[in-house]
C-alpha cells in the first residue's frame, strides 16, 4: 500500500511539469547552455581562432580597461582588433598571457595612436569577431533545440507524456467504454461464444463471488492479423457495458528502462480502481517474448522487468477483484510459458480467418454504413474472397466505396466490390504506367499463353479476367484466377500439374509467337520449379524419393526460407534431374498445345491488345470460336464446372 502511494506521489511530480513543458524547457535550455559555456569559456572559442594555437600558456578574460593600462605598462606585444573585442598577447619573459576582453567600446580613438606609440603589432579582422561570436552563443542553442526536438518526437510517439513525464502512463492507456457489441463481430463464432461467460462475470461479478467461483484472470486472444482480436475484446467490454483498458505491447518498450514496468503498474491501478473492467493488451509478444529466446541486442532488461511487472500484477489481484485481462498475438509460440501458466493467461481462444458464411456475415455488418445498389450479391464477393480476415473485408468494401465516389455514382455497384477485391489481390493498378509496344505485344502473348492452357488443362483454376495494365511492382500483366470453391486446404496431384502447365503457358508462348524469350517469366519459373520441388521433397508424390520427406523448414537461425538438407548428394542430383527433366517434358506439352491453338492465341492477344483486359467469359469465347472453326472437339477442362457455377451464382441472386 506504501507503495502505491509513492507512486502516486511521483506522478504528480511529474504532471507539475506536464502541464507547463514550457517552464520545464525553459530550465532545462538554462541548465544546458550554462554547462555549455563553463566548458568552452567565454571568449575563448574567438581566441584559438584568431592565435592559430600558438604557444600562450595562460588566457584571461578581463575588461577592456585593464587591456589598455596593459599596453600601457609596455607588457604586450600584439594586438588583434574586431568591431566588438580585443585580443592582447602579453609577453613576461617568454611566458605568454593572452588577454581578451568583450564589449570593446569603438569609438575609443586613443587606442590605435597608443598602439602605434608603443610600436606594437597589431591588425584588426573585420567582422570575425561579430559571426564567430553570434556563432559562439548560438550554436550551442540551436544544437539543443535540435536535440530537443529530436527527443520530444520520439517521446511523443510512445508515451504522449512530455521529456519530462516518462513515468506517467495515462496517455498511452487508453480508457474508454466502447460501444461494440457481439454482432459486429462476426466468422468467429467459436471465440464469441468462449467469451461469453466473461461479460456474464463482469456484468454480474456477486453472483460468482458469492459462489467462489474462480473466473479465469486472463484470456489469450490468438490468430492472424486483421481477424477481429482487437474488435472482440472490445465487444466483451461493450456488452458487459465496463471501461476497457487498453494498452499496445510495443509500446511498452521504450528507451528508457524502468518505464514499461511503471506504465504496467499504472494500468493496473486504473482498471481496478474502475472494476469490474478490462484490461487489454495488443501485440503481448512485444514483451511476452520468451526469455530464453532472447530479443536482439539490448533492450533485454527492459522487456524482462515489463514482464515481471505483468505477471507480478496478474498474480497479486485475486479471483474476487472483477478485472479480466485480454491478450491478442498472432505469435502465440514465441510467448514466455510464464504467462500462460495457471492463474494467468491460461486460456487461449483461436480467433481465426472467417469461411464462407463468416465472411458473409462480416460482407454484410461492414455494408451496413455504405450505400449498396440492390442488385449488389454479397455471397458472390464472399465466395471470391477465401482466405481473407475481417480486415481485409472491410477493407474492400471501404474500396470499392472509394471506387463508386470517384466515378461519381450513387451507389456502390457489385463492379466496383469485384475491382476492390481485385485491388487487394494483385496490388494496385496502375494504368499511368507507360509500357512500350513491343512490351506490351510479348505481355499479351504471354498472359494468353497461361489462359489457353488454364483452360484447356483440367485441374487448373479456370481464368476470371487477363490483363495486360500492369499492376503493382513487378506485375506487368496477369492472368487472374480466383479461387471459385469457396477454400482449399488440399490440392491434388494432377491439380499441382496442371499448375506447372499453366505457368510455363506463358514462356512457351513468348517462343512460339515472338520467336525470342524474355526475363517476364522468371517468377512463373520460379513458381513451377518450387511445385516440383515440393512435391518430390514435402509430399511425397514422386518416385525420386518415394514417401521419404527430405526437407523440414527450420526458422530464425538460417533466415526465412532455409531447409534443412539431410539427404545424399545422389539424392539431390537425383532431384535436380527429375525436375529439370519434367520442367522440360512439361514444357514440350505446353508448346504443342499453344501450336494446336496457334489462331486461338493471336485471336485472344489481338483482342487483349486492343482492349487489355478481357473476362474468363470471353477467352473461353475465343478458344471455343475456333475449335469449332477447325471442327475440333472441344478441349475446354471447365465447361460442365462453368455452367454449374453460373447456375449457383444465379441461385445465388435469386435468393
Ligand atoms: P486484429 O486485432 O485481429 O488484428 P482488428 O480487430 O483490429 O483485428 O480488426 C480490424 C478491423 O477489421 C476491425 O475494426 C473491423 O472493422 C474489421 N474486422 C476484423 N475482423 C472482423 C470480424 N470478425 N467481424 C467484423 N469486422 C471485423
Ligand atoms: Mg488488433
Ligand atoms: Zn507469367
Redesign the pocket.
Known sequence: MAKQDKNNQDNNNNNFFNNNPLLAFAIFSIVIIMIFKSFVGDGEGLGNMLDGGSSVTQTKTVKYSEIKSEIAKGTITSVKLTPTTIEAIADNDGRKTRFIAQNVPTYDKDLIPLLEEKNITYEGIMGGGFISDLLGSLLPILIFFGIWIFLAKKMSKGMGGGILGAGKADKLINSEKPDTKFDDVQGVEEAKDEVKEIVDFLKFPERYMQLGAKIPKGLLLVGP??TG???LAKAVAGEASVPFFSVSGSGFIEMFVGVGASRVRDLFAQAKKEAPSIIFI??IDAIGKSRASGGQMGGNDEREQTLNQLLAEMDGFGTDTPVIVLA?TNRPETLDAALLRAGRFDRQVLVDKPDYDGRLAILKVHSKDVKLSAKVNLKIIAKQTAGLAGADLANIINEAALLAGRFNKKEIEQSDLIEAIERSFVGLEKKNRKISEVEKRIVAYHESGHALMAELTKGATRVTKVSIIPRGLGALGYTLHLPEDEERFLKQKHELMAEIDVLLGGRAAEEVFIGEISTGAGNDLDRATAILKDMISVYGMTDVAGLMVLSRSQNSFLGAGAVSTDYSEKMAEDMDNYIRSTLNERYIYVKKTLNEYHQAIENMTAVLLEVEVIEGKKVREIIDTFEKENNMESRLAHGAKIAKAEAADKQDAED
Open positions: 492479423p486483421g482480436k482487437t474488435l495488443d501485440e491478442a
